[in-house]
């Protein structure tokens, strides 16, 4: 038998074992946006009839077998770290016969644990969406102070990005005012947080969509919504989030362009003109290490997109089921960002289930609902649910050590 003395020994040993796994990033240095990794954070599910729910295509329908067209998401949450009143069960059977669960993104134990990953793996915060239209949705408002007390207890950071892609200029009279009333009213509060972000002591705020549609946004509407926000009070440090290829507007859309360059960061999105290790590779030399080289000599900051992957067959219709190359792809983002060191990285997305680019916890392939109707993709069989975000922990821990 082993004497009293070696098993204490023993024992403490394992206990100091599991401390030393247990590691924390610190908290974060709210007071800059330099050498950040963040996210772009919809939070736009709710349970059935609860609102803005983007599980379906038809609000307030419980999910279940259906045909493509009829849920919006590819991939499937994997909710086992939520508490069980964030969740609610739909109509598809998983493997071993129970019915499958999602959550609704206003539950405070969701949030709470969204935050809680951020710090265990070392992701700086959040860029929150806010819609154009949907100001009046309390539940929004509800979650944006989630946000601010978790991202506070957590020692994480957030900001707030308004997406200006339901917007047209067709019917731009009341768009101006409807902003600058949510910015003084519901956003303005936001930025006294300790955890908000701020550079050069201004409030952070992205303005995204510039450009990405311009036979529905015209340049002039873009640069009244810009200069409005910009002079708002408080002011803010502006982030604009414009098309992949904007340095081409110089010559073809110069319009455009004057206002891209009028913003503190550039920010390209990066779902669509790759999809692949190999046409990542031809983007990253073609246009990222273009793109920050134009920043530099402008005197703004670049931030660059990074995605783990997408899939949007069932919100689509139909069509095959997207691809993750089993991570090599977005590791090779990860990679260049340490190449680049750019002003800080924004990842699509944290929660995007209904793309399939969300990084968070994802049921694998021997997971999901198996039936056919209307299918699912899973991360690879053995991998962690929370593997792409601990795969983008590592890199940021890299990151961070570039700017210190």
């Given at each position: 038998?082993?004497?009293?003395?070696?098993?204490?020994?023993?024992?403490?040993?394992?206990?100091?074992?599991?401390?030393?796994?247990?590691?924390?990033?610190?908290?974060?240095?709210a007071?800059?946006?330099?050498?950040?990794?963040l996210?772009?954070?919809?939070g736009?599910?709710?349970?059935?009839?609860?609102?803005?729910?983007?599980?379906?295509?038809?609000?307030?329908?419980?999910p279940?077998?259906?045909?493509?067209?009829?849920?919006?998401?590819?991939?499937?949450p994997?909710?086992?770290q939520?508490?069980?009143?964030?969740?609610?069960?739909?109509?598809?059977v998983?493997?071993?016969?129970?019915?499958?669960?999602?959550?609704?993104?206003?539950?405070?134990?969701?949030?709470?644990?969204?935050?809680?990953?951020?710090?265990?793996?070392?992701?700086?915060?959040?860029l929150?969406?806010?819609?154009?239209g949907?100001?009046?949705?309390?539940?929004?408002?509800?979650?944006?102070?989630?946000?601010r007390?978790?991202?506070?207890?957590?020692?994480?950071?957030?900001?707030?990005e308004?997406?200006?892609?339901?917007?047209?200029?067709?019917?731009f009279?009341?768009?101006?005012?409807?902003?600058?009333?949510?910015?003084?009213?519901?956003?303005?509060?936001?930025?006294?947080?300790?955890?908000?972000?701020?550079h050069?002591?201004?409030?952070v705020?992205?303005?995204?969509?510039?450009?990405?549609?311009?036979?529905?946004?015209?340049?002039?509407?873009?640069?009244?919504?810009?200069?409005?926000?910009?002079?708002?009070?408080?002011?803010?440090?502006?982030?604009?989030?414009?098309?992949?290829?904007?340095?081409?507007?110089?010559?073809q859309?110069p319009?455009?362009?004057?206002?891209?360059?009028?913003?503190?960061?550039?920010?390209?999105?990066?779902?669509?003109?790759?999809?692949?290790?190999a046409?990542?590779?031809?983007?990253?030399?073609?246009?990222?290490?273009?793109?920050?080289?134009?920043?530099?000599?402008?005197?703004?900051?670049?931030?660059?997109c990074?995605?783990?992957?997408?899939?949007?067959?069932?919100?689509?219709?139909?069509?095959?089921?997207g691809?993750?190359?089993?991570?090599?792809?977005?590791?090779?983002?990860?990679?260049?960002?340490?190449?680049?060191?750019?002003?800080?990285?924004?990842?699509?997305m944290?929660?995007?289930?209904?793309?399939?680019?969300?990084v968070?916890a994802?049921?694998?392939?021997?997971?999901v609902?198996?039936?056919?109707?209307?299918g699912?993709?899973?991360?690879?069989?053995?991998?962690?649910?929370?593997?792409?975000?601990?795969?983008?922990?590592?890199?940021?821990?890299?990151?961070?050590?570039?700017?210190?």
């Amino acid at each position: 038998m082993r004497s009293r003395t070696a098993v204490f020994l023993y024992l403490v040993g394992i206990n100091i074992t599991i401390a030393a796994q247990t590691v924390f990033a610190a908290a974060v240095d709210a007071s800059s946006l330099q050498g950040k990794v963040l996210y772009g954070y919809q939070g736009f599910f709710r349970r059935p009839g609860h609102g803005n729910d983007h599980w379906m295509i038809k609000f307030g329908e419980i999910p279940g077998p259906s045909t493509p067209g009829d849920v919006q998401f590819d991939t499937f949450p994997a909710v086992e770290q939520y508490p069980q009143e964030c969740l609610f069960s739909t109509n598809f059977v998983l493997p071993d016969g129970s019915k499958a669960k999602l959550f609704e993104s206003n539950c405070t134990g969701v949030v709470d644990t969204h935050f809680r990953w951020m710090q265990e793996n070392s992701i700086d915060g959040i860029l929150v969406q806010r819609f154009y239209g949907q100001f009046d949705d309390e539940s929004f408002l509800q979650l944006l102070s989630q946000i601010r007390t978790s991202a506070e207890k957590y020692g994480r950071s957030f900001a707030v990005e308004y997406d200006l892609s339901p917007i047209s200029s067709t019917d731009f009279s009341a768009v101006v005012p409807a902003l600058l009333d949510d910015y003084s009213n519901n956003i303005a509060p936001l930025m006294t947080s300790s955890a908000y972000l701020h550079h050069q002591g201004r409030p952070v705020l992205e303005l995204w969509g510039f450009g990405v549609d311009k036979n529905k946004l015209n340049a002039a509407d873009c640069a009244a919504i810009f200069h409005v926000l910009r002079s708002a009070n408080p002011n803010p440090y502006v982030i604009v989030g414009v098309q992949w290829d904007w340095r081409f507007d110089k010559t073809q859309n110069p319009d455009y362009y004057t206002v891209y360059t009028q913003a503190d960061v550039i920010q390209p999105w990066c779902v669509g003109p790759y999809d692949d290790p190999a046409s990542y590779e031809s983007y990253y030399q073609q246009h990222s290490v273009s793109d920050k080289a134009l920043t530099d000599q402008l005197g703004l900051k670049y931030a660059p997109c990074i995605t783990p992957g997408g899939s949007a067959r069932n919100r689509a219709g139909g069509g095959p089921l997207g691809s993750r190359y089993n991570g090599t792809y977005y590791e090779a983002q990860l990679k260049h960002m340490l190449d680049l060191k750019p002003f800080f990285v924004f990842g699509a997305m944290w929660d995007e289930y209904p793309e399939s680019s969300q990084v968070i916890a994802t049921l694998t392939q021997k997971e999901v609902p198996p039936a056919e109707n209307p299918g699912f993709l899973g991360i690879d069989d053995g991998k962690d649910h929370n593997y792409y975000l601990q795969l983008a922990g590592r890199y940021a821990v890299r990151f961070h050590q570039l700017w210190t």
